[in-house]
């Protein structure tokens, strides 16, 4: 049963109650209505199948932050064996939105990093919902650098509404903390596996998405700014969000037709709760693929192919060009 | 008319007190100070870079501005130029983004929020950057990334330090992931940069938030404020909603900044580039 | 008798689950805990390595009692062996630095409060160091300094991971100067072994504190803490002193140091031969 | 006149006012006082220079302490030309007992850190009492590193009496940013020279003090522990500080006699408040002889070098022949 139904899921919802009902009244001795239920199950599939191959970006962005989808720490216990999770920025405190450690992938030790929220409310409060402060994205920059010491693979997890908006995540440079993660990833010389597996907010997401292959759960959301922000901002109205998420191209989908990301992992029809340990299966043969294509590479290869990778992206044309075609 | 023509048109000019002056369009001989609301003396206004001659306010300064300000006259080439944005996303909210581009064209005769270019500070010559805010809050898009990643490269080429000067809102959301990796790629040229062993020097602007203060912005050697500039990676509208409470007074200014360990010296306007030239002297080796 | 005898005697004899009772000097077959006060089978307590199985208190362990946790039956070779210390400053307070050198050796059979070698843990080979609180509160002098800095010289040239076990009031008074400039020749000795790619485990035990928190200890790759040590660099009681006020509870602590990021994780000893020996193999390149 | 009187001065500062008694009834035109005011001077001065030229070792300290003894800021301003001022650490907070910056030494471009005590009550509380925080020994760091990227000679001032005891102190890891600095510093491959001006207490005098020369001021200290924190130790009696400092061997003349530190900068009699220019001379001499010395040094040789200078410290002897000795 699911403890969690999105608006856009509704209808879907109604209809099994009603079949819930029928079976409990087929099971109570009423007669002639098998057929019904055989045709009720006939048509609630349709219309998953139906509205979940449609999903507009803002649908996808809801079940991005499903409370139900699995998170970091559960893709390191389905796909990782022998997780030792190290904590500290050894500067000011343990983040717990932030987590980290060493771990066996298919055997090859590598280090994972990832942001973390919460299965519930209590969690999401000690995870403070998966937001970091300066002390997470330093934590994660520690882990890193002692995975590029010891030649590990490292396997970041981007599952953040966004690096934390207070007053002491700004008191102690979350900016700073954030560009440093950019410009360090940037010059380590282990390969890079990032893995957008929900929300990938912002500058938050990005201070662990320097990598050298990036990969996006089909539902997942990668974005510069959020719908609500974009929406607040262009439109000066929240209720606008889905407008925005249309025009950012947040999907994953998008990404991948933009080329700003590798592969996309599909989901079970519903999103990655339905059925987390296919999820997880799909996943790990991506990341051990991933892995294994750059594990051959020498420090130097990654370094410079890590570089030419973001130094691609761009959209612009030469202005002559520009003027001509303008003409 | 490229910038590099704009300056070079001041090479035979009166150099020293005047060169501001230049800059004016004397459309009134008083105007009020927009901090203190005190009546000044628009060219004392302007001598003094918009600094009010009464409170110290800094008022905002355009890109050409600067270059006028920081730069030595004459000595100003503009470089990673003949690129302009595309419209990846096609993306439309009351205006098209291709709209917007253009309007902030039109309204700053630049091509884009900075210009990059190699040029002189009391004789060093230096690779240098600058933002303007009046073109779309000073965001960075796939243009900005590029113009200053290749800035970067070519100073890590040239072994030049670099001067940075900042003021923008972050990202550029109209190009949506294209605008959030420019961050990645930037602050990549910085290390770059900076694994030549040259000297990078930031001077943070009213205001500098977002996805540039959390990438190259902040990864310099040295950092500079200006005063009161507005400096933090959320603004303080956001943190306030999310706090749901009053934020402290002063906050995300440039002497909070100060305070807690992110910026390294607060300089007034007038003496920005006397002491940005004495932090490139330490900073560069000499020739011996 | 030298270490490695003592060690090298146990090399035929059965090993695992008996290897504690060596320690044991069978004085009671029961004995009270020190944190809860219940009665335990003394039995029991050693061979948990001194946790008592009531409340899980982590009762002081010796050198040769880590050695013996920690470090496989017959592997271990003490180095760094066969000096003494001076008496740089002819020292006297109530008793002279020799005599309490001495009354030092007498009560724990160890020449010093350091103890060096080489050894396996669960097979691995290992540069190991581990220190006794109870030789003079397990300070730091010229003989602790100069054996720790030999350790980690000799793991970088073996290019062998170092594991050490501290406990320490931090630097020894009685040394000076001496005593003091030893924080800086083992934080250097770390650093050369770092710069091999090695990797270094420390290991916090109660209480580490002062001169050697704030060199070698605080320096590895990877920070462990036993349950509830006092880990700080200021003893607690000069903090309040200074203060003049109550220091919050668990202040200090070793859960208090995992919160605010200044180790890694919190082991307790029953799992500590474990877990250090999977460290080690994630840091530990393997021979392709 | 002098604002404060050390106790084993107060033999002086009598006599000095009867002098003073004397010289006013002088003037007012009592005669016949000419000779006794000449034998009083010439007491006093026999007085002074006797005080003076027999300081134990607990006066050193308290002449150390003084709270007329110049600063390190006031050293910079008397030795340096062109300081420019750097502060924070990018990470928590700028500590205002610890400064540092760029400055020029007769021309050499160099890198000045050092902790800073206030000049009274109002800047000793801003400046707390030149006790540094982690964040004060994470902005020395900072600059020291900008110094080595920039092959600029870093000189350091040591005057504290120790790192901060406070528990934002240790929250912040005030043991790991002491060692951070022990460890880094060794590693740099400029000339660091270290200077004692005042006070050098444990730990948080040494995370300045790695260096290639050590220099002190004739009636700076530098300790272990502080003599009342000894003495406290091992006599139970905060009172025994005077013993303690005698055992500690914690004198100038006495560290240079072990071989501990390089030179010992004379003071004028009664310490360097009595004529700071005359000391701030002094002291430039030797940095700029220091500063020179080591400048001609490759980096390698520098950092062999420092390592070695550490490493040869320690008292022992080889077990064998302490056993022979003592037979
Ligand atoms: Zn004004
Ligand atoms: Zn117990």
């Known amino acids: ?15 099994e109650e009603k079949l819930e009902e029928l079976k409990q009244l087929s099971s109570a001795g009423q007669p002639d209505i098998a057929a019904e239920i055989g045709y009720l199950e006939a048509q609630i599939e349709k219309l998953r199948v139906h509205i979940y191959s449609n999903l507009t970006p803002w649908q996808r962005v809801q079940i991005a932050r499903h ?27 343990d983040d717990p939105a932030m987590i980290g450690g060493f771990a066996r992938l298919d055997h090859v030790k590598a280090m994972v990093v990832g942001t973390q929220k919460g299965r519930n409310t ?11 402060h300066p002390e997470g994205y330093r934590k994660a920059l520690r ?21 934390y908006p207070g007053i002491g995540a700004e008191e102690r440079g979350q900016a700073a903390a954030i560009a440093t993660n950019l410009m360090t990833m940037a010059k380590l010389s282990v ?48 209720a606008k969000a889905p407008t925005a998420a249309e025009e950012l191209g947040l999907t994953a989908d998008k990404l991948l037709e933009h080329g700003l990301v590798d592969t996309v992992i599909k989901e079970p029809l519903g999103g990655a709760h339905r059925a987390p340990a296919l999820v997880a299966r799909d996943l790990k043969k991506a990341l051990v693929a991933a892995v294994r294509r750059h594990l051959t590479k020498t420090p130097g290869e990654l370094v410079e192919g890590r570089y030419a990778r973001m130094r691609a992206v761009g959209s612009f044309e030469s202005a002559e060009e520009a003027a001509e075609a303008s003409e | 008319m490229p910038i590099s023509e704009w300056f070079g048109k001041n090479k035979n000019d009166n150099n020293g007190e005047g060169r501001a002056e230049k800059l004016v369009i004397p459309d009134g001989v008083w105007l009020k100070c927009d901090s203190c609301g005190e009546v000044v003396f628009h060219r004392e206004f302007e001598r003094r870079f918009k600094v009010c001659p009464k409170c110290g306010f800094h008022a905002p300064l355009g890109a050409l501005e600067r270059i ?12 990673a130029t003949g690129i302009v944005s595309c419209d990846p996303l096609d993306f439309r909210a009351n205006k098209s983004y291709t709209e917007v581009v253009e309007a902030a064209r039109a309204k700053t005769g630049l091509a884009e929020a900075v210009v990059c270019g190699s040029g002189e ?9 600058v933002m303007d805010f009046s073109f779309i809050g000073g965001s960075m898009g796939s243009v900005v990334g590029e113009k200053v990643t290749e800035l970067f490269e070519w100073a890590a ?54 996805g540039v203060l959390a990438s190259f912005a902040s990864l310099a050697d040295i950092i500079v404020a200006e005063p009161k500039a507005l400096i933090g990676f959320t603004g303080p509208r956001v943190i306030e909603q999310t706090m749901k409470q009053k934020l402290p007074k002063g906050f995300q200014t440039a002497e909070f900044m100060l305070e807690h360990g992110q910026v390294d010296m607060i300089v007034p306007r007038a003496d920005q580039k006397e002491t940005i030239g004495r932090l490139i002297d330490y900073t560069t080796r000499d020739v011996g």
Chains 1, 4 share one sequence.
């Open chain 1, 67 to 93: 409370p139900d989808r699995p998170r970091t720490l559960d893709y390191i216990e389905a796909i990782f064996t022998d997780f030792i999770e190290l904590k500290g920025d050894r500067l000011f405190a």
């Open chain 1, 1 to 15: 049963m699911r403890k969690f139904i999105l608006d856009f899921e509704r209808p879907v919802a109604e209809l």
């Open chain 1, 191 to 238: 390969p890079i596996i990032a893995v957008n597996i929900g929300e990938g907010g912002s500058g938050g997401a990005l201070a662990l998405g320097v990598a050298d292959t990036v990969l996006m759960l089909e539902n997942s959301y990668y974005s510069v700014i959020s719908p609500e922000g974009c929406a607040s901002i262009l439109w000066r109205d929240n």
């Open chain 1, 122 to 132: 209590k969690e999401n409060v000690m995870r403070n919902f998966g937001m970091p």
């Open chain 2, 157 to 210: 080429d040239m072994r030049r330090p670099v001067v940075s000067v900042c003021a923008s809102g972050g990202a550029r959301m109209q190009e949506g992931m294209y605008s959030l990796i420019q961050m990645a790629k930037t602050s990549a040229a910085v290390g770059r940069h900076a694994s030549t062993g040259c000297s990078y020097i930031s001077l943070l602007c009213h205001p500098t938030t977002g």
């Open chain 1, 143 to 163: 882990l890193m650098t002692l995975a590029d010491k010891n030649a590990l693979p490292i396997i970041s997890f981007i599952d953040t509404l966004g690096a």
């Open chain 2, 121 to 129: 500070i009391d004789g060093r010559p230096v690779a240098f950057l």
């Open chain 2, 68 to 79: 006028a300000h920081l730069i030595d006259l004459g000595t100003f080439n503009e470089i």
